[in-house]
């Protein structure tokens, strides 16, 4: 589908706008407006071709590319480090801005830089994978990963736009975006059931980058995070009893513990796939979640062609990475649930059986 653009409002103290449509790269200048002198533009060098069409609109502004990493191993410290001393060189003031050309581990990183960077300069993002479009580059979440596991630095830092241009996703390889509709699917069971509906009813035009149909999914999956990170930004907890921003956690306990486990070598909406087929029998069988919903799971993620099955590491490994989860408190685990269709909630302090039993359900032994 070509057609308008949409634009989608993020409200808070820090507003910013997400920009929906074909053809839209014009946008990026406009949100970085008339105040920078520089802009430091941060992309993986395969994606160079992007960021040159990005550079070409930004004739006003004295470019300086920052090459990162491609993928999860540009999310370290001496990454980051190296893209501080390009800047210090290069005199970047808080005037100034950086905009990120690629998928969320570049959102991720070059959002962290931003954070960083004089304790916070404007970042715009220009996400050109699935996953970043409907996820990564919106609600100013900006981190790198550690020894210990994933993401566990890094800062909120909201960015002055995010620039999503449908047209790019023409190059992405099929299994990228398909890791991408595990977090769709996520937003689906969280928050929007029609987002379920559309997968199941017609799953090979939500793999048709072009289509009518991954334009709306991709529209419904950035209003669901909009909704939740308007209400509850830093992860505190949000209003109406609603559990908050760890809502968008869903499957990421498991998801996390087994991108670890395996080096990183899974992609993320891959490890966010088996992570929820995990926590919906782990949910299931602390009489939260009923069969149908949690059989719904393994269901709309094969339509798609995502993993539901995943036995490569020992229980005891994910499970002492797990309990280093941000969501953890002390000894206590907890796992964002579905109570029924979009209704999350929190589960704290399952059973070890049961833990292990949901294990062996995912693994396929059970
Ligand atoms: N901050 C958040 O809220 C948030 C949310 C979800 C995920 N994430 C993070 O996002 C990361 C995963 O992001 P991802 O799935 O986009 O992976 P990625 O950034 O590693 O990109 C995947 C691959 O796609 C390539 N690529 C990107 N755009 C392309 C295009 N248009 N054409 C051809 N190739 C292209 C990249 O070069 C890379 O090799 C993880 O680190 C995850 O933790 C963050
Ligand atoms: O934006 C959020 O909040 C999310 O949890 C979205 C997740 O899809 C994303 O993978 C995020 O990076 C996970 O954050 P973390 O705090 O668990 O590291
Ligand atoms: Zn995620």
Same mark, same amino acid.
């Given at each position: 589908m070509?057609?308008?653009?949409?634009?989608?409002?993020?409200?808070?103290?820090?507003?910013?706008?997400?920009?929906?449509?074909?053809?839209?790269?014009?946008?990026?200048?406009?949100?970085?407006?008339?105040?920078?002198?520089?802009?430091?533009?941060c992309?993986?060098?395969?994606?160079?071709?992007?960021?040159?069409?990005?550079?070409?609109?930004?004739?006003?502004?004295?470019?300086l590319?920052?090459?990162l990493?491609?993928?999860?191993?540009?999310?370290?410290?001496?990454?980051?480090?190296?893209?501080?001393?390009?800047?210090?060189?290069?005199?970047f003031t808080?005037?100034?801005? &950086?905009?990120?050309?690629?998928?969320?581990?570049?959102?991720?990183?070059?959002?962290?830089?931003?954070?960083?960077w004089?304790?916070?300069?404007?970042?715009?993002?220009?996400?050109?994978?699935?996953?970043?479009?409907?996820?990564?580059?919106?609600?100013?979440?900006?981190?790198?990963?550690?020894?210990?596991?994933?993401?566990?630095?890094?800062?909120?830092?909201?960015?002055?736009?995010?620039?999503?241009?449908?047209?790019?996703?023409?190059?992405?390889?099929?299994?990228?975006?398909?890791?991408?509709?595990?977090?769709?699917?996520?937003?689906?069971?969280?928050?929007?059931?029609?987002?379920?509906?559309?997968?199941?009813?017609?799953?090979?035009?939500?793999?048709?980058?072009?289509?009518?149909?991954?334009?709306?999914?991709?529209?419904?999956?950035?209003?669901?995070?909009?909704?939740?990170?308007?209400?509850?930004?830093?992860?505190?907890?949000?209003?109406?009893?609603?559990?908050?921003?760890?809502?968008l956690?869903?499957?990421?306990?498991?998801?996390?513990?087994?991108?670890?486990?395996t080096?990183y070598?899974?992609?993320?909406?891959?490890? &966010?796939?088996?992570?929820?087929?995990?926590?919906?029998?782990?949910?299931?069988?602390?009489?939260?979640?009923?069969?149908?919903?949690?059989?719904?799971?393994a269901?709309?993620?094969?339509?798609?062609?995502?993993?539901?099955?995943? $036995?490569?590491?020992?229980?005891?490994?994910?499970?002492?990475?797990?309990?280093?989860d941000?969501?953890?408190?002390?000894?206590?685990?907890?796992?964002?649930?579905l $109570?029924?269709?979009?209704?999350?909630?929190?589960?704290?302090?399952?059973?070890?059986?049961?833990?292990?039993?949901?294990?062996?359900?995912?693994?396929? &032994?059970?």
């Open positions: 070509t057609g308008s653009e949409t634009r989608m409002h993020v409200a808070g103290a820090s507003p910013y706008d997400v920009v929906v449509g074909h053809g839209v790269l014009g946008e990026v200048a406009r949100m970085i407006g008339d105040r920078p002198e520089r802009v430091a533009v992309y993986p060098e395969p994606l160079v071709h992007l960021a040159d069409k990005v550079i070409a609109g930004l004739d006003a502004y004295d470019v590319r920052i090459v990493p491609d993928g999860e191993v540009a999310k370290t410290g001496g990454v980051a480090l190296e893209a501080w001393e390009q800047l210090g060189a290069a005199g808080r005037s100034d801005a &950086v905009v990120t050309v690629g998928g969320g581990a570049t959102t991720d990183m070059g959002g962290f830089i931003a954070a960083t004089l304790r916070g300069v404007p970042v715009v993002h220009v996400p050109t994978t699935l996953l970043a479009m409907v996820d990564a580059a919106v609600g100013g979440k900006t981190g790198m990963n550690t020894g210990a596991g994933k993401n566990l630095v890094g800062s909120f830092h909201e960015p002055a736009g995010v620039v999503c241009d449908l047209d790019v996703l023409g190059t992405l390889a099929e299994p990228e975006l398909i890791a991408g509709l595990g977090e769709v699917v996520k937003c689906g069971f969280i928050a929007d059931p029609a987002i379920l509906e559309l997968i199941e009813k017609n799953p090979a035009d939500a793999l048709e980058p072009r289509s009518a149909e991954l334009r709306e999914l991709v529209e419904r999956a950035i209003a669901v995070k909009i909704a939740v990170v308007v209400d509850d930004l830093k992860e505190t907890g949000g209003s109406g009893g609603h559990p908050g921003r760890e809502v956690n869903y499957g990421h306990t498991m998801a996390h513990a087994i991108e670890k486990a080096d070598r899974i992609r993320h909406g891959e490890a &966010v796939a088996l992570g929820m087929v995990y926590v919906a029998e782990l949910a299931r069988l602390s009489g939260r979640t009923d069969d149908e919903l949690a059989a719904r799971h269901s709309a993620l094969e339509a798609v062609g995502l993993p539901t099955r995943f $036995d490569q590491a020992a229980f005891e490994t994910l499970l002492a990475t797990m309990r280093v941000k969501k953890s408190r002390g000894s206590h685990l907890r796992f964002v649930v $109570d029924g269709l979009a209704q999350p909630a929190i589960l704290a302090d399952p059973s070890e059986e049961h833990l292990r039993a949901a294990y062996e359900h995912l693994a396929g &032994v059970r």
